[in-house]
């Protein structure tokens, strides 16, 4: 056979096969060539040889231009579950092996063949004879000899079981997905070189306010900037061990100076493809139980700083008064962890205001002196009418200010307020003033514990005032009565006196 064709032909139709399978046709190959030098009649040969055919494990069908199924092995046979004369002789048109659109794309790809002359492969299925499908891989070439077409060999494989695999981790992955998708949990997905291939829409939003955090570097997502080393080699570390891991560790994250996260980093699960190697990150932000539990140990601290405050306020030295009451109100604001806490009192009409006492963080930051004399009380109408009507007054945010309060707004916003909490004090049902504090860097959440903490430390100091101020009233009546009963008792003297001068000018007449 010229330039040895049939195996030109079957080498390259199975060329990317696995070595093992080319062994297998080579025994065929080799009778083909021989036997088909002198015989032009392929059909016949192929015959002669059925039983070196039929020993190669995977299925071989040959047939015409035509359709006509010339020889089929064993094994492909048994694909179907037919027998070999159950397809041999027949076209394929007339075989109940393909469902109707599976057998338009065979005989597609037939005419591809014929046509292209190059070889094609085509996933479709088959119906089997207990009636159910089978999915099969044809890899067809043309058989040519002596110059003119004689066959078209095809390799069949059964791939419904690996189809049937591929298809339910299929189904797993969008299962996968779909709960990665909606978890409360945030889940990241890093490479061996610390880059973020997957983040789920949970860890977006809390980690990047809402950004793709996909393409990231892990490190600069969540290693803080000065333990940026000790992150790394502890990533280094898991990814040498190679295993996965139940962790409770947490990071605090700074998302942005004013937004600061917890997250509890509660598994690592790390998957191995090859060389590669995967990290699944799974954690839930804790910020809020962190943030109460912190919340829960500064009121317990609170409390006993007022019981503390509470105590000093019951007797102050006159000349020591002032100062008392800043130094109490700068123990308050440093241990709450506040810029600025101040003490307002209302005029008698509660028309006007005016500072009291006041504490800031550093100098410039304490309030303008133009609340240091009394001022109208127009410009905040909207927290006066709260405060007068004795409720708090508190806003996280500068930007929860309603709509008819831009005139408010604006103000606050010249004082660097950013957010803000208001208590005011109340004695006999008559509002007489406020204490508030500020945050003028950040927003703050102003628990009710912390409003009630407040108003008690703002009724003893206002207590204290009131006290101190009925002291100095009662000092000062006192004073004028000594200076009274002082006149008085000179008075007597001088009448005793005069008696006195009276009756020795009568004795004298």
Wanted: proline share 3%; hydrophobic share 40%; glycine share 4%.
């Amino acid at each position: 056979m010229s330039e040895n064709k049939v195996q030109q032909i079957l080498l390259q139709a199975y060329g990317e096969i696995d070595s093992n399978k080319q062994e297998l046709l080579k025994p065929l190959v080799a009778i083909l060539e021989k036997e088909c030098a002198s015989n032009d009649n392929l059909e016949l040969e192929i015959k002669k040889y059925q039983t070196i055919f039929d020993s190669i494990p995977f299925g071989i069908a040959i047939t015409s231009p035509t359709g006509k199924v010339l020889q089929v092995n064993k094994a492909l046979a048994s694909v179907g579950g037919y027998t070999p004369n159950d397809l041999i002789g027949k076209r394929i048109p007339m075989l109940k092996l393909f469902p109707p659109d599976s057998l338009r794309e065979v005989l597609g790809s037939i005419a591809a063949i014929l046509r292209n002359k190059k070889p094609i492969s085509l996933r479709t299925n088959i119906n089997h004879a207990d009636g159910s499908i089978r999915t099969v891989i044809f890899d067809s070439v043309l058989f040519d000899y002596n110059g003119s077409v004689q066959a078209i060999i095809s390799y069949v494989k059964d791939i419904t079981q690996e189809q049937q695999v591929r298809e339910q981790l299929s189904v797993e992955k969008d299962k996968s997905r779909i709960y990665l998708e909606s978890s409360d949990a945030l889940v990241l997905v890093t490479d061996s070189a610390y880059k973020i291939i997957y983040s789920n829409p949970m860890a977006d939003k809390i980690l990047a306010n809402g950004k793709k955090l996909f393409g990231n570097d892990w490190l600069d997502v969540i290693a803080p900037v000065d333990q940026r080393e000790y992150y790394a080699s502890e990533y280094e570390k898991l990814l040498s061990d190679s295993k996965s891991v139940l962790s409770q560790k947490s990071d605090i994250i700074a998302i942005s100076p004013s937004n600061i996260r917890q997250i509890s980093w509660r598994r690592t699960v790390i998957t191995e493809t090859g060389s590669k190697k995967t990290v699944f990150h799974f954690g839930i932000d804790t910020t809020y139980v962190y943030q109460s539990q912190q919340e829960l140990k500064v009121r317990s601290s609170l409390q006993m700083l007022i019981s503390d405050i509470s105590s000093s306020l019951i007797y102050i030295p006159k000349d020591e008064f002032q100062i008392r009451i800043v130094n109490i109100m700068e123990r308050i604001g440093k241990f709450i962890g506040v810029d600025r806490l101040y003490i307002f009192f209302y005029s008698d009409d509660q028309s006007q205001m005016s500072i009291g006492y006041d504490w800031a963080i550093a100098q410039e930051k304490k309030i303008p002196d133009k609340y240091r004399v009394w001022v109208p009380i127009t410009t905040l109408r909207n927290m006066h009418r709260t405060l007068l009507s004795g409720k708090v007054f508190k806003f996280e945010n500068i930007n929860e200010l309603p709509q008819d309060a831009v005139l408010e707004r604006d103000e606050f916003l010249n004082l660097g307020i950013k957010s803000m909490l208001v208590v005011p004090f109340i004695t006999k049902n008559i509002v007489k003033g406020f204490i508030g504090m500020t945050q003028l860097t950040k927003t703050r959440r102003w628990l009710e514990d912390m409003t009630n903490i407040m108003r008690i430390v703002g009724q003893n100091i206002m207590f204290a005032i009131e006290r101190n101020e009925s002291e100095e009233k009662l000092e000062k009546r006192n004073a004028e009565l000594e200076k009274v009963n002082r006149l008085m008792v000179g008075r007597e003297i001088r009448m005793k006196e005069l008696k006195q001068q009276l009756a020795r000018y009568q004795d004298e007449n």
